[in-house]
């Protein structure tokens, strides 16, 4: 229970399965059963929770999710303040990645209350794992924005990306995505689409990113995670004339004058300037050529 002599409480931030509960960290039913309070994204799904664990919780249960988090956070940092043990739980994986969390984080470490963490399962590490692509680096980039120019803005800032990327994406909005992806970052590119993971359905989809997009066109159901290659580290000699315009475009696309994208391709493919913006006068007089 609080602790009633004046000492700070805790922040347990604790991770949830994204798919079978029997995934659930042994610590998880531990810190249910004894927080002071309770904060879920949803409390339904927390109720449905402790009764597959076949516990009760014994502490206060509030709403924390999207559209009140701002307006919660406050209260919850005041009950820190007076010594309450202070659960947050979301629907599913760890709080604060691409979920509630991060606002009562950053407000509990200011006012210096101790923040500890139940780790439990996380999709964007499942993915990566699952994916069968490079996982020494990778970087995590959640959710891309729904509009169609605003998310190709987003992919184009990503073009050049060594590191393996790991997106959260809606079912109804895969196709167009992985469309996306394909035009920004190549057809051939690597990718992997993981489907309901741990769950009855679970599908991992690899192959090229073109071909993904043809497969995701018919429809796609349940949670989705994609995971694509990062782009090759290519030295001089690696890429061919079409693949050094399209970088070339791309950096255009994203805002960067001409000359800055030639130059920028050029250093990064180690290749003389020269031969990048001939490329580039080659492939715009063909088009202007093929025009009728």
Not at 45 to 53: C, D, Y
Not at 88 to 101: E, I, R
Not at 189 to 203: G, I
Request: net charge negative.
């Amino acid at each position: 229970m609080a602790d009633v002599t004046g000492t700070t409480g805790t922040l347990v931030l604790a991770g949830t399965p994204i798919g079978d509960v029997a995934d659930a960290p042994p610590r998880l039913a531990a810190e249910l059963e004894r927080a002071d309070v309770v904060a879920a994204e949803d409390t339904r799904r927390l109720r449905r929770l402790t009764q597959a664990l076949g516990i009760h919780t014994s502490g206060r249960v509030v709403s924390y999710f999207e559209g009140n988090e701002s307006a919660r956070t406050p209260e919850l940092v005041e009950a820190l303040s007076g010594g309450a043990r202070v659960l947050l739980v979301t629907d599913a994986g760890m709080p604060s990645v691409s979920d509630p969390g991060y606002r009562l984080v950053a407000a509990a470490v200011e006012k210096d209350i101790r923040v500890t963490a139940v780790p439990g399962p996380s999709a964007v590490l499942t993915a990566l794992a699952l994916s069968g692509l490079p996982v020494d680096r990778f970087c995590f980039e959640g959710f891309l924005p729904r509009k169609g120019g605003e998310r190709l803005s987003r992919l184009r800032e990503n073009a050049d990306e060594r590191r393996t990327m790991v997106f959260f994406e809606a079912p109804h909005r895969l196709d167009d995505t992985l469309a996306a992806m394909a035009e920004v970052f190549g057809a051939e590119r690597r990718a992997a689409v993981c489907r309901e993971l741990t769950k009855t359905y679970e599908e991992v989809k690899r192959g090229p990113l073109g071909e993904l997009a043809v497969w995701a066109a018919d429809g796609v159901r349940g949670e989705i995670t994609v995971v694509v290659e990062g782009a090759a580290d290519a030295g001089p000699g690696d890429l061919d004339a079409e693949e050094l315009v399209r970088r070339v475009r791309v950096r255009e696309e994203a805002g960067e004058r001409r000359k800055e994208a030639i130059a920028a391709v050029a250093a990064d493919a180690g290749l003389p300037k020269r031969e990048v913006f001939d490329a580039v006068v080659a492939a715009k007089n063909a088009e202007k050529a093929a025009k009728p």
